[in-house]
RNA sequence: GCCCAUGUGGCUCAGGGGUAGAGCACACCCUUGGUAAGGGUGAGGUCGUGAGUUCGAGUCUCACCAUGGGCUCCA
């Protein structure tokens, strides 16, 4: 046999007389690597490799040890099967199912007849610590596939054994099995040398599941659990979870009296003045882009014959979703979209390929009924309002929509000052109208403007609406839980459904090409996320109380009480706190409202005419006049800036207390 | 809709079969205090709702409602 190369990250080749394993290779560097060694990355793979794999001649190797961060992968790998033989040792009834790594962790489904309880999750934990202990070998076998199917039936393991046969119909003759002690599940690894080198785990939480995701198949319970290379990070991740749950828009909405919810509105959030202000200069804020970018605001009614719903599609496609009501032996229903009442305008009157594009925007108030399980605070709710606009154009100037949307959705992101989001491009569904021509158009004018923008995005097969496929743009919550915001829809079978139309320069009639967009999305759910991305500190322009006024004694309040009016003439939403309080415990109560600007008024300030300000960051300038200061904030304010004009110009170290904030 | 958990004054939470507690917030009084909580007094709860077990139920059981974490869904 010819000798065998593998070549190192610096370069450097070893030789070996056989295929060797990347354990191998490990021990031919050194005992300390081989020892550590929990993977491989092999040059052109995105998967972390089995340290069992043998690497063929001329493959570049670099070898994971728990300094790199891939070695995660291959430690929770192996702690989801740690997890299942704790669960099997404790209750040997329990079947395994599957057990995936994800983000910062892993989950095991098993089918159990009995309920995990949080106690459970306590016994599990103490059960995998003891195992780990035992630090067992991690052995790998190759067995023949009708082994596999016979021994995992035989021992009652139905869904293993239906995974297995499923790779069988794939053409599979032999599949892995991984054993640690007497336990072994199928796998494909990688997995650690032995279990011992899993030094951190902590089993999470617990939740219901389905059987392959589908709702009819079989309930299971799914453990979620992580691990860490040590104990350190598991705390730093568990330090940081409880740090993002202080930011919950949920707990922020509340603790800064933005919106509440009642039970007798599910799903129906309350604005509260504060709240109703942001959501009242976001839809100024995009009013400003409408008019720049050429779209003319509607207003169009909340409820509608259940007719037009049957002409859209959406009754046969989304009436589960739907709010009806029957009125003088009619059916009616509250509006879940704005599109079918657009169309209906659009025909009002008649169209000449000059009218055309016809952007038309609407704050209308939608409701959707969503299932009792799947709302969550301002994110999921069954009343909203959406930056919705539908632009009608002809099929020529479909690419400079396109195009002139994302150059809106850049401009308004960057004011917010959010620049990571995602676009997923979602193709035709199963369940949808139209022509497969059609949906090939409409798909393809959307990659076309993605590519030509040199926009990155992923493709969702078959996750677009029944009518079109769309963008989704996509951002995190403080938990990382992606949430739609922005949208773009393309389609061509509403336009055809409600017969619309434009006169053409020949004279003919032709149909237009209907476009969904929206920008923030519903205003519900951007509120939520946008308090979660800037963890209630909203810029100025946003802040729903931008200048809190403190008095230090009630010799101020004459002065305090002209100077709100000052502010408030200027455009600026400003307070007085009059209360006798002292200073301090003014300044903490406007600061835990994450209030922007503290305006502190003192005898020193009404002899000079001056005021001494505090940012929320601590920071003060003294003595300054009052017109200048008005006039900056007022300009900070207008221009929508993220960060405080006096952000460099203050003249204080004073750090603040961030511990209670 | 499904699985699990939770529900005690406005908020955050304690109490776990013998008849309701704290802190904050709120009201009033004293205090006029210069950059994150001055002091006192007081009001406020049929313990999510409804049934059941019990001499007696925030406390145990069941159902329902809502919320939280997931699953499924999200035109």
């Given at each position: ?18 295929e060797?394993t990347?354990l191998?290779?490990?021990q031919s560097?050194?005992p ?28 570049r190797?670099k070898?994971?040890t728990?300094?790199d ?5 291959v ?10 033989q704790?669960?099997?040792e ?51 076998e ?26 069988a ?19 494909r ?71 509440y919810f ?10 509260a003045p504060?709240?109703?202000?942001i959501?009242n ?13 050429g779209?003319e ?13 049957h ?8 009436r ?21 009442g ?46 919705d606009?539908?632009i ?24 917010l000052?959010m ?5 997923y491009?979602?193709?035709?569904p ?26 990155p ?38 336009p ?16 237009p ?17 946008y308090l ?9 322009w ?7 006024l403190?008095?230090?004694?009630d ?19 400003a ?18 409202q ?20 505090r ?15 008005i ?5 900070e ?25």
């Amino acid at each position: 046999m010819s000798s065998v190369h593998i070549i190192l990250p610096d370069n450097s080749i070893k030789t070996f007389n056989h295929e060797p394993t990347i354990l191998e290779v490990a021990q031919s560097i050194g005992p300390r690597l081989a020892k550590d060694t929990l993977g491989g990355q092999i040059e052109g793979e995105n998967e972390i490799s089995d340290l069992r794999r043998k690497l063929k001649d001329g493959s570049r190797l670099k070898i994971i040890t728990t300094k790199d961060p891939e070695s995660l992968e291959v430690i929770r790998h192996s702690s989801a099967h740690l997890m299942a033989q704790a669960v099997q040792e404790i209750w040997p009834d329990v079947k395994v199912t599957i057990g995936p790594v994800i983000d910062n962790g892993f989950y095991y489904d098993f089918d159990s007849p009995r309920t995990f309880s949080p106690e459970d999750l306590e016994k599990i934990e103490r059960k995998m610590v003891e195992l780990l202990a035992r630090n067992e070998d991690v052995i790998r076998e190759d067995w023949p596939i009708d082994r596999a199917i016979e021994t995992f039936e035989k021992m009652g393991e139905r869904f293993k054994a239906e995974i297995i046969r499923d790779l069988a119909a794939k053409g599979e003759t032999t599949v892995g099995i991984y054993k640690q002690g007497s336990w072994f599940d199928l796998c494909r690894g990688p997995h650690v040398q032995r279990i011992g080198q899993i030094k951190a785990v902590k089993v999470l939480s617990l939740a219901g599941a389905y059987w392959r995701g589908d709702e009819n198949n079989a309930q299971l319970q799914r453990i979620y659990a992580t691990a860490f290379n040590d104990k350190k990070d598991l705390e730093e991740y568990l330090h940081n979870l409880e740090e993002a749950k202080k930011r919950d828009h949920r707990k922020l909405g509340k603790d800064l009296g933005l919106f509440y919810f009642h039970p007798f509105s599910p799903g129906g959030p309350f604005f509260a003045p504060k709240g109703a202000a942001i959501y009242n200069q976001l839809q100024v804020f995009v009013r400003e882009k409408y008019k720049k970018y050429g779209y003319e605001e509607v207003i169009t009614p909340q409820v509608f014959d259940v007719e037009l719903f049957h002409r859209s599609g959406h009754y046969e496609n989304y009436r589960e979703n739907m709010y009806f009501s029957r009125i003088e032996e009619k059916d009616f229903s509250l509006k879940p979209m704005n599109c079918p009442g657009h169309c209906l305008l659009y025909q009002a009157e008649r169209k000449s390929y000059r009218d055309l594009p016809w952007r038309v925007a609407d704050f209308g108030r939608l409701h959707r009924y969503e299932r009792s399980g799947v709302m969550h605070g301002l994110n999921r709710v069954r009343t909203f309002c959406q930056d919705d606009a539908h632009i009608f154009c002809r099929m020529d100037q479909l690419q400079d929509e396109i195009a002139s949307f994302v150059t809106m959705l850049n401009e308004i992101y960057h004011t917010l000052g959010m620049y990571n989001y995602v676009i997923y491009l979602s193709t035709r569904p199963p369940k949808r109208m139209g022509s497969d021509e059609v949906w090939d158009r409409s798909e393809n004018a959307l990659k076309d403007a993605l590519t030509s923008l040199q926009l990155p995005f992923t493709i969702n097969a078959g996750d677009g609406a029944f009518y079109g496929p769309k963008l989704d743009i996509m951002f995190v919550d403080a938990l990382k839980r992606p949430w739609q915001l922005g949208t773009l829809q393309v389609d061509f079978n509403l336009p055809r459904a409600f017969e619309l139309s434009y006169v053409g320069e020949d004279n003919k009639d032709h149909q237009p090409v209907m476009l969904h967009r929206a920008i923030l999305g519903s205003l519900e759910r951007f509120i939520g996320v946008y308090l979660e991305h800037t963890a209630g500190h909203l810029p100025l322009w946003l802040a729903p109380q931008q200048v809190s006024l403190l008095t230090v004694t009630d010799r101020q309040l004459d002065y305090g009480r002209q100077l709100e009016n000052r502010f408030k003439d200027a455009g600026l939403r400003a307070a007085l706190d009059l209360r006798s309080e002292k200073l301090g415990y003014k300044i903490r109560e406007a600061q835990l409202q994450k209030i922007p600007y503290m305006v502190i008024l003192g005898d020193k300030e009404l002899e000079s005419q001056t005021v001494s300000i505090r940012l929320k960051n601590g920071k003060t300038v003294d003595s300054l006049p009052i017109q200048e200061f008005i006039e900056k904030i007022a300009l900070e304010s207008k221009e929508r800036r993220l960060e405080s004009v006096f952000h460099a110009a203050t003249n204080s170290n004073q750090e603040a207390n961030n511990s209670s904030i």
